[in-house]
Every structure is written in structure tokens, then in C-alpha cells.
């Protein structure tokens, strides 16, 4: 069963083939059994899972459910959740429960979703290797000695090891699409505000966008049509139509337009990784897509404007955590400068406070403008290249990642080697498009992600151009034999 | 040596709407502590900010009343400092592109002249919570209902001279903003509060001195006295050889007296940026038209009208045009007894003098513009006496009727009668023939003496003219 996709698994529940409840408990027990090696989750939801798995069954017996129904799935601890906890990996939100629900969670629950429980991820999505992570690093399990990749890479590592039928995950910078490579899953991020950002713990808001991390493309096609559409608590969420996202899963690609940016592929890009990517698009080719070399010329600006603007955000975003209402607060404070300080410092990990430090040194008085406004300069001209390429091609194909995963503890002492891991996925994020990656192979035994980068609102074609990669390979069912 | 005064103000309005700016909760006042805070008040995790559409529409309603350049698009941006009462660790507010840019208001001065000060811009943004202090030791209460309350901060020029301008400005704000019906301006509770920026400078010396800035000034009375402080402290620093330094002052009321709050050295980095979570606000000139038809009559423009319609004075037209609902009870009055100079006299005499009184609003009237112009046609059709008018408008107002009633019940109507008011005037003579003789022999001031005993006598129902007209005729005169 926890080989099937949310597709097969739809199927199989609405022919009774067996219940949410059965299928939720053998995900509960394959948690049991393998999350103490891998730790990918935070908090497992056992009791409140059963519960809806059961009102799901009742739910499919009435004949009123939808495709996602008594699917089991785990969510980002960055989403809120009422009456569960909700730490966005941080020791700063340990003891804090959510009074309520994010729109995400709330349409999941709408739909009938059953909900395993909260995944880990790197501390308020700061990462790139889940490692700062204050319930510890989440394992590869395609190699537990590797990163799983980050922000989302709790969420990553649990549908890789199929712990979870499918999970959410959040992608600021490439949290989705950099872990769902380097586990070897699929996993969409759509444009900026298609899917409502309420309740998502903010960590960057002009980048933050949810998305999927699933096993295929039909998979995320069938989560992202319940998680997109408009939402009056979110002002950058955009009112605009959402598509029917399995309609086209199955139009063929004769004649897309593919487009290759000499940039992602210069140095820097493993040599065997690359010859991965290449087989991939060589797939492509067979498929009938047409192939054109194309220039992103800002691209290297896109790691210094990002780590910029995203610190920048963030070192104001996280000012809320400061002990008075809700949070980590230091025992017997002193005074008020003391409460602040303490609370902060010990709530923190390392990497957040480097990011607050650098943001907000970036948006100091005398600083803003040589920083912060030249940053959102360098974004419009990196969305200008993105609009320019937009009109010779249909998508743009490129490595998710430079290399494969590399080992947990290999970057985490150096932070600009780790910050150029996300070195091909953040452009997508500050130019606000939607981008994708999907298993392409494997490269020294790990797995290769082929990142596929659509225009604005463009996420149905991309879903159309992964599903019809997946209905002529099979990297996207392949698993860890571990934990076969 | 002569020192001018140089003060900007500026106001902070909250504005009227039923909800908070960025959130549905109520903004009704007087609440229990934080129960009219939300996710979105409390800054919870992931919770993100809605602009309320309503005060887009009552700044723009600000900006044309005072002749101000509307900002196309303006953004709101992150104001960020650490304080309890702050939930989010910032304030929306904003700062590069404010919704209201230069404006004007004319205000009059004490001589009777007219100044105009200029406003450098009104911004909209969202108002803190409060730290509660009574009922906790060692500890400091948050009570979070009044954050996310929309405020309009009006920023002037420095073009104010005295402590007395400043008052005429805030004043004239004031009824602007009570006017448009954009706040309540109810001072007690906050709705209407200022800053004040103040520096001395020689007379005649075109820099501007060092400024101090007064926070947080929720009175009238308060501004003034606050600004007189601060000059003469100014005044003294630099006549005793010091330098004024910039800073900022709390001014304390209960101590008249102001102190330093925070040097600039210590001033705050707010570290401003656009807020990535609100989008620009964008204002059509469709919008704006729409909300020019709902413009109502502008003190300015209601007080020209009310000199040249019913000829009241300047002063009088300004006083009644002060607010908007002296105004509107006025008109209401002067309709109905059709005697603008009478129902000017009576709305800004006895009416006020009473509300004063009883600390009353004129919403809260017991005498209502109905009833007090039904007054005002009883003494003009000669029905009673001025006198009689004032003892009516008190029964009125301590709820015992309107005035028919009260002239009914009370038998208040003036005596008309010639022959009666001959009888009670031929026993005054009678009793008095020294004064008749002195009165004879041309003493005309006596003639007073014998209409207040006539008057004395009635009760003050009769007619002052007709028994003056009634005695010379008796005596011959």
C-alpha cells in the first residue's frame, strides 16, 4: 500500500479495496518503525489521524469524497495547525500550540485529508540542509549519512521513504524543490500568491510560496488543486481562476519549447550530475520538445540579492518572537531588555540570528539603499531576463541542484558554501515564477532532480510536461531499499 | 533679545471605522482587556495583515478637504522597534509614500486674521496596544485592544509661531475631522492626540533652531501649556550660554513641566521598508470624485455662508461653525424662528453656557434645536419676556417639557393686558411719590426703579416696553 500514489491510493479507497483507517495506521506503523533513523517528523499526530481517517471512511462510504479523502499526509511544521503544535523547527515555538488553522491546513481538512502529523525542516525555513533543525538533522534515506536538503526536508525524506503518501512543504529560496531533488521526489512550487500564505509561519513573505512534495506529478496536481486559489486573509494572494490541473497531465509536448540556460550549466555543476540532466532532456527531445540554449544573464546576481532581501524580511518577520505573548521566554527576566535579549538568544539557533543580524544591518539607516533597494533592483532585472526568455520558450530546464546530496555536517560550519547549494533555485523565487523538480535519475547513487521553470500561473503545463517525463520513466517510483 | 517660536504639530486622528485597519476586529472603546484582539492584533504566528478598504476612503476624504496632493499609489511600510505593547515587533504605518501630501488649512488668529499652515502630509498606520501598570506588581499588563486601530497622523509645516497658533491649528483639525465625520476626535479617549516639534530662533534669523519633539499632548489646554514650557526652558538653555540639543521631551501634565525622553544620539533606527505582506494602495480618480460628492460644507465655506446669509458677525459665524453640530442646530433653530441674530445669541449665550455646565455635548442636549426655536418664537411674538425666556430655556432643560407647556403649567405668558398692568403700576406710584416727584423733575434713570417694581411685582410677565410706554403716559412725561 505505502508504495501507492495518492492517485492509486484514491482509487483503491473508493473501491473499498481497504479503509483510510487501515491505511493509516500502516503509515503510522512504518513512522514507528523507521522515523527514529530518519527524523523526519516533528510531531505525529496518531490519535487525531485515526480520527479522520475514520471520518473519511464515512465520508467515502456517503459517496461525497474527493480524490484527496482519507489520504494520508504530513504537513510542514511551518503551516499552523489548531490545537497542535506548531514549532517551524525551532526551540523559540516548542511550547506553542496554534489556535488555529492555516488556510492550507484548513482546505486539506476541508477535503478530507487525514493529517500524520508535522514534518521537520530547518529552524523557520533558514536552511539548506535541514540541519538547523532544533529537533536535530533529518536523514537522506537514500543515504542516512547525507542531508535530505532543506527547508522542507522533513517532508522530503518522509515521502521519500514513503512514510507519508505525500506532504507540503515551502519554498523560499528552493525548500521545495532542492530537498524533492536530493530525495528524489517531486515537488512543485507555483508562482507567488497562488497558494494563500495564512498561517504559514513567515519567514521571507515576498518569496514564501507552498507547494507540494509528492511521488509524480499527478500526485502534486491533485494536492496543489485543494491547496491553490484565492484567499481574502492574504493580500498577495492573487484572485485568479485555478485551472483543473489533471486536465492536461496527458496532452503530449510535440513541439515545447524547451529552453537551456548556459548559465546553470557552467561551473560549479557536477560533471555526472550534469550528464544525468542531459539523458533527462535527451528524453525530452524523444518526447518531441524542441531544445534552444537560452541566457539568464543576472543569474549570478541572484544569491547575493536574495540574501539581501530575504535576511531583510525575515530580521522583521521574526521580531513577533520576542517572549511577551506566546514563545520561548527566559526564566526570571530582569527587566524588559533582559526579557528581550534572553528570550531571543536562547530561543534562536545560530543560523536565524545570522540571518536576523545580516537583515538587519541591510535596513539599517545609511545601509537601506546601498542593500536593501539595490537587492529589489537586481530582482526586477533577474524577472526581466525570466520575462525576456519567456517569450522564445515554454519552460526552462535546468540541474535543481549543483551536486547531489552531500554528507550531513560537510557545509554546516560554512554558510555561503551552504547558501550556493541553492544557487539554481532561488532566481525562480525572487522573480516569483513557478518552478518544479522531478527525479531525473541518479548520480553516485543519489538522487539527480531536473528542475522545469514555468510562466507566471504557468503550473498546469508544467504538471503536463513532468507527468508526461513520468509516463515514459520510472525514477519516480523507485525508493530507498531500506526502507522497502 | 527677541526669540520667535517655530512649532510643527503632529496629530494623530483614530478614525472612525468599526473594525481595525488591518483586521475584523471591533474598535469600540472601553472593552475588557484584550477582548477585542484577534490573531491578526496579537501578531500570531503566520498571521498576515488586510487593509480596511474604509480608511483608504476617509484619508482621501481628509486629503481633499485640505486641498492635498493624493498619492496614486502609496505603500505602507514596516516601522520596526522592540516594545511589549507591540505585538508584531513593528508598526505598519507608512513612510516613503504617504496616501495625503501637501495640503493647507487656514486657521484665524486672535486679532481676527486668517493664516494658512501647511500640511506636509497625513499617513495612514495602525496604532499601538497599552501597558497596564495598575493591578500588577512587578509585572507590566498588555492590553492589546487598541492595536491595529487606524490612525491618520497629520504632519504640518513649521509654520506655526505661538503656542496660541498651535492651539487655533489643532483646534481647526479637530473640527475638520469631526466634520468629515472621520473620528470621533474624542480626546479622552485618545482619538485625538499630538506631538509638537518646537524650537526657538532669534527674531529675524531665517535657520531654524534645535528642536525638541513633545509626545504624546491629548489636550487642548495641554498643547499650550506644554509649548509655553518648552520655549521659556529654551529660551533659558540658550540665554544661560547652553545649547538646545535635539531630543525628545514628555510633557507631563500633572507637573507642568516637560523632560527629556531620549537624545537623538539614543533616537531609534526604525529601520523602515516597504511591507511585503500589503500591496501598494492604488487610488483612482473615479474614487476620488465619488468621494468628493460626499464632501459635506466646510467650516470655512459655513462660515462664509452664515455671514452673508444671515448677516451674523465673523466671530459669531466662526464659534457656531466651530463644530459641525452647533452648526446644524443652529440652522435648525434660525429655520424654524427665522431670527439668526436671536438664535445666534441664544445658541452661543445660554445653550453653551449650560452644556459647559453639565460637561454636555450638544448630541446629548436636553433641550433639542426644535425646542429651543419654539422658545425663541414665544419671545419674539412678545408671548414672554427675555427674562422669562431664561427661567423657560432652565425648565427645558431640566426635562420639564417643551416651552408652550412650561408658559401653560407655569402661567409664564406675558401680561398684555393695559388695564392690568395700570392697576399694579397706580399702586407703585401711590407707594412711592418721592421717586414720582424726582422722576418728574427729570431724574430719568428712575424709570428703571419703576419697571423692575412693575416686573417685580408680575413676576416678570409684563412687557419692560409696554409699562415704560405706560408710566410716561400716566406721569406726563
Not at chain 1, 533597494?373 to 524577472?383: C, D, E, G, T
Not at chain 2, 415704560?468 to 400716566?474: A, E, S, T
Amino acid at each position: 500500500m505505502y508504495q501507492m500514489t495518492i492517485a492509486e491510493l484514491a482509487a483503491g479507497l473508493k473501491s473499498g479495496q481497504f479503509s483510510s483507517e487501515e491505511l493509516t495506521q500502516s503509515y503510522l506503523q512504518r513512522i514507528k518503525q523507521y522515523d527514529p533513523e530518519l527524523n523526519s517528523y516533528i510531531t505525529v499526530l496518531e490519535e487525531q489521524a485515526l480520527a479522520q481517517a475514520k471520518a473519511a471512511d464515512q465520508r467515502l462510504a456517503s459517496g461525497t469524497a474527493g480524490p484527496l479523502t482519507g489520504i494520508p499526509l504530513a504537513q510542514k511544521d511551518i503551516f499552523c495547525t489548531n490545537g497542535v503544535k506548531t514549532s517551524c523547527g525551532s526551540k523559540m515555538l516548542d511550547n506553542f500550540i496554534s489556535p488555529y488553522d492555516a488556510t492550507v491546513i484548513e482546505k486539506f481538512n476541508a477535503a478530507g485529508a487525514v493529517m500524520l502529523g508535522k514534518t521537520n525542516m530547518d529552524e523557520f525555513a533558514m536552511g539548506s540542509s535541514n540541519e538547523t533543525s532544533f529537533y536535530g538533522a533529518v536523514k537522506n534515506p537514500w543515504n542516512t549519512k547525507a542531508v535530505p536538503g532543506g527547508s522542507s526536508g522533513g517532508s522530503a525524506a518522509a515521502v521519500a521513504a514513503r512514510l507519508a503518501a505525500a506532504a507540503t512543504g515551502t519554498d523560499t529560496g528552493g525548500s521545495i524543490r532542492q530537498p524533492a531533488a536530493l530525495c528524489g521526489i517531486t515537488g512543485i512550487k507555483p508562482t507567488y500568491g497562488r497558494v494563500s500564505r495564512y498561517g504559514m509561519i513567515a519567514f521571507a513573505s515576498s518569496l514564501d510560496q507552498a507547494g507540494t512534495m509528492t511521488q509524480t506529478a499527478e500526485d502534486s496536481a491533485l494536492m496543489l488543486q485543494v491547496m491553490a486559489g484565492f484567499d481574502e486573509r492574504d493580500s498577495t494572494c492573487l484572485d485568479k481562476a485555478v485551472p483543473d490541473y489533471t486536465a492536461n497531465l496527458n496532452d503530449d509536448i510535440k513541439g515545447l519549447k524547451i529552453g537551456l540556460p548556459k548559465e546553470y550549466f557552467a561551473e560549479g555543476l557536477d560533471s555526472d550530475l550534469a550528464k544525468v540532466v542531459e539523458a533527462a532532456i535527451d528524453e525530452y527531445k524523444k518526447l518531441g520538445a524542441e531544445v534552444v540554449e537560452i541566457s539568464l544573464p543576472n543569474s549570478a546576481l541572484s544569491v547575493p540579492a536574495y540574501y539581501v532581501v530575504a535576511p531583510a524580511e525575515c530580521s522583521s518577520n521574526l521580531s513577533r518572537f520576542d517572549g511577551v505573548r506566546f514563545g520561548h521566554r527566559c526564566d526570571d527576566p530582569q527587566d524588559l531588555e533582559d526579557l528581550y535579549k534572553r528570550s531571543r538568544g536562547e530561543g534562536f539557533g545560530s543560523e536565524v540570528k545570522r540571518r536576523i543580524m545580516i537583515g538587519t544591518y541591510a535596513l539599517s539607516a545609511g545601509y537601506y539603499d546601498a542593500y536593501y533597494l539595490k537587492a529589489q533592483k537586481v530582482r526586477q532585472l533577474i524577472s526581466d531576463d525570466f520575462k525576456q526568455a519567456f517569450k522564445d520558450v515554454d519552460v526552462i530546464m535546468a540541474p535543481t541542484t549543483p551536486t547531489v546530496a552531500f554528507n550531513i555536517g560537510e557545509k554546516a560550519d560554512d554558510p555561503i558554501t551552504m547558501y550556493l547549494s541553492d544557487i539554481n533555485t532561488i532566481a525562480v523565487n525572487l522573480a516569483g515564477l513557478p518552478g518544479m523538480s522531478i527525479p531525473a535519475g541518479f548520480s553516485k547513487e543519489m538522487p539527480v532532480g531536473l528542475q522545469i521553470i514555468g510562466n507566471y500561473f504557468d503550473e498546469a503545463r508544467l504538471l503536463n510536461v513532468a507527468h508526461q517525463y513520468q509516463t515514459v520513466t520510472d525514477w519516480h517510483r523507485r525508493m530507498p531499499e531500506q526502507f522497502a | 533679545m527677541e526669540w520667535e517660536t517655530v512649532i510643527g504639530l503632529e496629530i494623530h486622528t483614530q478614525l472612525a471605522t468599526n473594525s481595525k485597519i488591518f483586521s475584523g476586529a471591533s474598535t469600540a472603546y472601553g472593552a475588557e482587556a484584550n477582548t477585542q484582539a484577534c490573531a491578526v492584533d496579537l501578531g500570531l504566528p503566520g498571521v498576515l495583515p488586510v487593509l480596511n478598504r474604509e480608511v483608504v476612503n476617509m484619508a482621501i476624504k481628509f486629503g481633499l478637504a485640505i486641498d492635498a496632493e493624493l498619492t496614486p499609489v502609496s505603500v505602507f511600510a514596516r516601522k520596526n522597534y522592540f516594545y511589549p505593547d507591540l505585538p508584531k515587533g513593528y508598526q505598519i504605518s507608512q513612510y516613503e509614500l504617504p496616501i495625503v501630501g501637501l495640503g493647507k488649512l487656514e486657521i484665524e488668529l486672535e486679532n481676527g486674521e486668517t493664516k494658512i499652515i501647511g500640511v506636509t502630509r497625513a499617513h495612514l498606520e495602525e496604532d499601538a496596544g497599552k501597558s497596564v501598570h495598575e493591578g500588577f506588581t512587578n509585572m507590566t499588563g498588555i492590553d492589546l485592544n487598541r492595536a491595529g486601530t487606524p490612525l491618520l497622523e497629520i504632519v504640518s509645516e513649521p509654520d506655526l509661531r505661538s503656542a496660541k497658533e498651535a492651539v487655533a491649528y489643532m483646534k481647526k483639525m479637530h473640527s475638520l475631522v469631526r466634520y468629515l465625520e472621520i473620528s470621533d476626535g474624542n480626546m479622552q479617549e485618545g482619538s485625538f492626540r499630538c506631538d509638537a516639534n518646537v524650537s526657538v530662533r532669534p527674531k529675524g534669523q531665517k535657520e531654524f533652531g534645535t528642536r525638541a519633539e513633545l509626545k504624546n499632548i491629548n489636550s487642548f489646554r495641554f498643547v499650550e501649556r506644554a509649548i509655553n514650557f518648552e520655549v521659556e526652558r529654551q529660551i533659558d538653555v540658550i540665554e544661560g550660554g547652553g545649547k538646545v540639543v535635539q531630543e525628545t521631551r514628555l510633557y507631563d501634565a500633572n507637573k507642568d513641566e516637560t523632560r527629556s525622553m531620549r537624545s537623538k544620539e539614543e533616537a531609534m533606527d526604525y529601520r523602515y521598508f516597504p511591507d511585503p505582506d500589503l500591496l501598494p494602495v492604488v487610488i483612482t480618480e473615479k474614487q476620488i470624485d465619488d468621494i468628493r460628492k460626499t464632501l459635506p460644507e466646510l467650516p470655512g465655506a459655513k462660515r462664509d455662508r452664515f455671514m452673508n446669509d444671515f448677516k451674523l458677525s465673523r466671530e459669531d459665524a466662526s464659534l457656531i461653525t466651530s463644530s459641525r453640530e452647533m452648526a446644524d442646530y443652529f440652522e435648525v433653530v434660525n429655520a424654524k424662528c427665522q431670527d439668526a441674530k436671536l438664535a445666534a445669541n441664544w445658541v452661543t449665550g445660554t445653550l453653551t453656557g449650560a452644556l459647559n455646565k453639565d460637561g454636555k455635548d450638544l448630541s446629548d442636549s436636553p433641550v433639542s434645536a426644535d425646542m429651543l426655536a419654539g422658545m425663541l418664537l414665544r419671545l419674539k411674538d412678545n408671548t414672554i419676556s427675555g427674562k422669562i425666556a431664561k427661567e423657560i430655556f432652565e425648565a427645558m432643560w431640566q426635562g420639564e417639557g417643551d416651552a408652550d407647556t412650561i408658559i401653560d403649567k407655569k402661567g409664564l405668558k406675558q401680561i398684555t393686558d393695559t388695564g392690568a398692568i395700570e392697576s399694579v403700576l397706580d399702586e407703585i406710584i401711590a407707594a412711592n411719590p418721592k421717586q414720582v416727584e424726582e422722576l418728574k423733575s427729570g431724574k430719568d434713570k428712575l424709570m428703571g426703579f419703576f419697571v423692575g417694581q412693575v416686573m417685580k411685582q408680575t413676576g416678570g410677565k409684563a412687557n419692560p416696553g409696554q409699562v415704560n410706554q405706560l408710566l410716561r403716559k400716566k406721569l406726563d412725561l
